[in-house]
């Protein structure tokens, strides 16, 4: 069956990787799956239509035949346990995989995501300059956890995995915040990530649509 996924038509990040449809875009590309791309407005977002696809009205929505996904982390999950490539066989590691992807999502991501928000939608209140250094602390514990299990390491675990293609598109949010430069060695392991051919391609997919106005 034939996969479609959507993306937005006008991305808020400006072609920059970072909208969550990437990350199925990514994992679509390493298990070598072909992929349609139905682009859409916020304005569509908030239809009933979108929303009996998306119950939040966000994207990626996933369709596959009958079956209908939202939630990136989740479309990643089944992309990966359906297609080999993402996922190691042996059942323990395979756990272990499971474990880093939503290490990821609820323990890396959400700090990050609450400095990205605050400062772009709260940046010019009064509180925000006295705030941004707690937000930025916890990040750093994050990062410093992160670093140590990492170590000298290609990967979280013995080879690329789901989790580690979760992880790079997590970090990848802090570029431009100077945080991650304080981290040479989850730097590397993010530029390991993005050089991979299959992001790179998935990349290039994302851009082009961001640079045609969404056309096409």
Known sequence: MSITITAFR???????GLARDMRVRWALEEVGQPYRVRLVTFAEMREPEY????????????????????????????????FPGLLPSDPDNRARALSWMFAALNTVEPPI????????????????????PLMEKAIRKRLDELAAWLGEGDWLEDRFAAGDLLMVTVLRRLEGMGILDDYPTLADYAVRGTTRPAYQ?????QYAAYASGGEG
């Not at 391609?201 to 997919?205: K, T």
């Open 10 to 16: 006008n991305s808020p990040d400006q072609g920059r």
């Open 51 to 82: 929303r009996a696809l998306h119950p939040f009205g966000q994207i990626p929505v996933y369709q596959e035949g009958d079956l209908v996904l939202f939630e990136s982390g989740a479309i990643v999950l089944h992309i990966a346990s359906r």
């Open 113 to 132: 995501v609450e400095l990205e928000q605050t400062t772009l939608l709260e940046g010019d209140r009064a509180w925000h300059a006295g705030r941004r």
């Open 201 to 205: 391609r998935a990349f290039a997919a």
